[in-house]
């Protein structure tokens, strides 16, 4: 997992790490830190590495079974070390969401850059203009949804010339969703707009499938189709009428309809030759709840995914001790909303441990629930006869990886039995 | 709002710093960088600092008038330029909730610190014994509410001794609540466990009110003053008991009934020399809905909050662009979860403008309201007749401090019209 970014102090500033033990990434991959046995300053995110190395090699293999490739969405993890894991088994870019994650992107070496996302503001535009300007082999993507955006792109470009035309995709969205032209005849007229264009060039038709939410699995199908199609037709009409340049790109991006997108964009590509681009980011990290249940659906669904024998594994853990029983059934642990996400879900206590050099984890049961978080600390409700007390440890599985990889500048890479045998670096 | 800390690097790390600008902190406090001129990379977090200075001002007016003291609860800012601030303002020292926050409170030069939590976990006691060791002048104080607990204490400062008892304080709480003693009879035993051990001295009687959460004003004061009230009666006990070392602590937690604890102890003082501790932590930052609304009960409430005049304002708000208005009543906003929190309630759409050298920021009306966050996009509501365009910029102002600030490295201080001054750092 090597990244050009110079390596950083290990020090203070990152949670877990112990105060007593002083060196660099190399050195902390080596020290044989064990999180049940106490080594650090809990609490602390671990990833499994077994979990990381299944992921990735799973998503290479569906890629490669469907004739897709994959810019990763980066904002999942914000992380150079796990972006270097990504471009190396075979992701063909990363994908962003801000102008600041493409500067960050910028630094950690990466030369091709899908920005999913309109493109707005002075200085952002600025910024992608000069990095185009001075690195010629920069490849640099970003969606338009309105005329009035390629107004603001044009006189942004203008203002501070790149020395070539802005690689750009049309977005399409639904009624009462995100971005995107809701009117496909709005559409096609800002595609004759772009490839007429002296500062902006088609390279695609794109949307973000993932803002379909809350339906029962069927009608979510089915929307979901009816934006693929949009985008298939939308992406022939261009095609047939020559206002793309280059390899035209057909693109959608959730973590969890990805099956759908390749299946719809692969038929497209029988007729004609587009370039089918996935950007699913929560595969390499998955989670222990809302993905979970969205890709056990997705294999279920998926002949493809069937095929690949095991399917994703959750490779995000936090570690906690428990700080108090203070009646029956109520557990304290020392962990909250500055560790863990919970905009989908709430943690689920997966296992736990009494510390010590020969500690293992035991499972613990679902009567288990976290039932509050605060800044700081996890309210559980526990079952009467349960062993927990003070000093024990708790892992936590996530809901949603993007909102606990948030909360953590350095995870540890562990093994199986929770020993630290590296670590990766976030930037958020 | 000078720190012992080391300069860092002001880079591609931090969010909104323009791409073409160089320098550290003292070059950019007199850049002039505008954030209605676009001169951020933005989204950006900014802080006003008439409203930070007039905030601190106003709780070390409060805490003069009630006789009380304060450790403002550090985990809200994280930031050792606003520690600074407050000590210079009189802060007696900053409240830790984890062994983690006392590791950065020590990097930053903070001499006293009130960890309002267990401390628990093999390498987080050995740090803090660490510290107490090598460091005579290091004050630091914590929470036990078990007998449970004080055996983990004692073994793991048997184990690391710090050469001087570790103060603490015995932790009240209330069924189906967080931590804290339920039954006073246990807290009792505990105290005199305290009084008579080796390792621990009993320095005071302390609970988190603020865990009274959801209930109408009047049942809700009446449960929290009775849970001060127990802590008044505990108090009394151990310190007519003896139990006690050096001048016995009151202290109670909250950011928004610190005028009950204020009044409550207050009373008890007049009888006994407790010393009385405050650790509200949002005061200083403030924010436009969950804190405004129990401020301004607050200050219906309390006679001296009256006698202040002006209550506190809102410090904080998050600027970012319009990207889209895909329908008449739809804007999408190029801010989310993952910039701004949600955790009590959604963002407010407080002001807005139309980039450029001359823009003035113009009030939104409350019919522009964010109705979903995703990672990095907001979805507005806004009436059809709104002038809201893709590049406009809307100011967004904060429902929670704490949710808020963890999601930046950096916040720009910034004048009234919203011109870069000053600048301050984060360690989440």
Same mark, same amino acid.
């Given at each position: 997992?090597?990244?050009k ?6 020090d203070?500033r ?10 660099d990434a190399a050195?902390l991959?080596? #020290?044989?830190l ?5 080594d650090?300053?809990?609490p602390? #995110?671990?990833?499994?590495?077994s979990a990381?190395?299944?992921?990735s ?7 490669a079974?469907?004739?897709t490739?994959i810019?990763?969405?980066g904002k999942?993890?914000m992380s150079?070390e796990?972006?270097?894991?990504q ?7 990363i994908?962003?969401a801000t102008a600041g ?9 990466i030369g091709r850059i899908f920005?999913?996302?309109q493109l707005?503001g002075?200085a952002?535009?600025?910024y992608?203009a ?5 690195d010629p082999d920069?490849d640099?993507?970003?969606l338009?949804d309105?005329?009035? =955006?390629?107004?603001?792109l ?5 203002a501070s010339?790149p020395g070539?035309r802005?690689?750009v995709?049309i ?9 995107g032209f809701?009117d496909?005849?709005?559409a096609v007229? /800002? ?5 007429a264009?002296?500062?902006v060039?088609?390279?695609?038709i794109?949307?973000f499938e993932?803002?379909v939410?809350g ?10 189709? /009816?934006?693929l199609q949009?985008?298939?037709?939308l992406g022939?009409h261009c095609?047939d009428?020559?206002l ?10 959730g ?5 759908r997108?390749?299946e719809?964009?692969?038929a #497209?590509r029988k ?5 089918v681009?996935?950007r699913?980011g ?12 969205l890709?056990?659906?997705l294999?279920?669904?998926s ?6 024998g095991e399917?994703l594994?959750?490779a995000l853990?936090?570690?906690?001790y428990?700080h108090?029983?203070?009646?029956p059934t109520r ?15 709430r943690?689920t /206590?997966? /296992?736990?441990a009494?510390?010590g050099a020969? #500690? ?5 049961s679902?009567a288990h ?12 409700d526990?079952? =009467? ?5 003070p000093?024990d440890?708790?892992?936590f599985?996530i ?5 606990t990889f948030d909360?953590?500048?350095l995870l540890?890479?562990?093994d ?6 590296g670590s990766?670096r976030t930037y958020f």
């Amino acid at each position: 997992m090597a990244t050009k970014l110079p390596p950083e102090p290990l020090d203070w500033r990152i949670k877990g790490l112990p105060a007593a033990w002083h060196g660099d990434a190399a050195d902390l991959a080596g #020290a044989g830190l064990s999180v049940l046995n106490e080594d650090l300053m809990l609490p602390a #995110a671990v990833l499994r590495r077994s979990a990381l190395q299944h992921n990735s090699r799973w998503m290479q293999r569906f890629t490669a079974l469907t004739g897709t490739q994959i810019a990763p969405h980066g904002k999942t993890t914000m992380s150079p070390e796990l972006f270097a894991m990504q471009m190396a088994d075979g992701a063909w870019g990363i994908t962003a969401a801000t102008a600041g994650h493409v500067r960050a992107y910028r630094a950690f070496g990466i030369g091709r850059i899908f920005m999913a996302n309109q493109l707005v503001g002075r200085a952002n535009i600025a910024y992608v203009a000069g990095e185009l300007r001075t690195d010629p082999d920069f490849d640099f993507y970003c969606l338009v949804d309105s005329m009035h =955006a390629i107004d603001l792109l044009e006189a942004g470009l203008a203002a501070s010339p790149p020395g070539r035309r802005l690689q750009v995709l049309i977005e399409l969205g639904l009624s009462s969703g995100r971005t995107g032209f809701r009117d496909d005849a709005e559409a096609v007229a /800002a595609a004759e707009r772009i490839a007429a264009s002296p500062y902006v060039c088609l390279r695609g038709i794109e949307a973000f499938e993932g803002v379909v939410q809350g339906l029962e699995p069927t009608e979510r199908d089915a929307k979901v189709d /009816a934006l693929l199609q949009r985008i298939v037709r939308l992406g022939e009409h261009c095609h047939d009428s020559g206002l793309f340049t280059g390899e035209p790109m057909l693109s959608a991006g959730g973590s969890s309809l990805f099956d759908r997108v390749a299946e719809t964009f692969g038929a #497209a590509r029988k007729e004609r030759p587009f370039f089918v681009l996935l950007r699913s980011g929560c595969y390499l990290i998955h989670d222990s709840h809302f993905y979970k249940q969205l890709i056990d659906q997705l294999e279920a669904r998926s002949p493809i995914a069937a095929s690949l024998g095991e399917g994703l594994r959750p490779a995000l853990e936090v570690w906690a001790y428990v700080h108090s029983r203070p009646e029956p059934t109520r557990v304290i642990a020392g962990l909250g909303k500055r560790d863990i996400g919970e905009d989908v879900a709430r943690p689920t /206590a997966l /296992a736990w441990a009494h510390p010590g050099a020969d #500690a293992a984890p035991l499972p613990l049961s679902e009567a288990h629930r976290v039932v509050r978080l605060d800044d700081q600390h996890a309210y559980l409700d526990v079952p =009467a006869e349960s062993s927990l007390q003070p000093g024990d440890l708790i892992g936590f599985g996530i809901s949603h990886p993007c909102t606990t990889f948030d909360k953590w500048k350095l995870l540890y890479i562990v093994d199986d039995a929770l020993v630290v045998t590296g670590s990766i670096r976030t930037y958020f």
